[in-house]
């Protein structure tokens, strides 16, 4: 008979390296996407540039979101991309 889990712990799905680290990308995103003032966290709360590239903001091509530029810490520079997924949601890389 296999051991009963215990029902107050939630399995933890980061556990190889590449999933920690995939984890940690998607929170720098949301963190810095937060901090430049795109998105908030409230549903339908889009603050990102709609018509216009700005600043550090371009606006790919034939989609309605905003490329942004953020640094990891020890100095990585990243990109990451936030759109409107509908339905009071966001779709984001």
Known sequence: MPPRRDPTKIPNPYKSVR???????????VNAGLEQGLFGLAPDEN?????EPSEGHERPR?????????????????LAWIGDAG?????GF
């Open 47 to 51: 603050l990102w540039p709609s018509t």
């Open 87 to 91: 339905f009071g949601s966001y779709a």
């Open 19 to 29: 999933a920690k680290a995939w984890r940690n990308a998607m929170v720098a995103a």
């Open 62 to 78: 034939g989609t309605g979101g905003a490329v942004y530029r953020f640094t990891f810490p020890g100095g990585v520079p990243a």
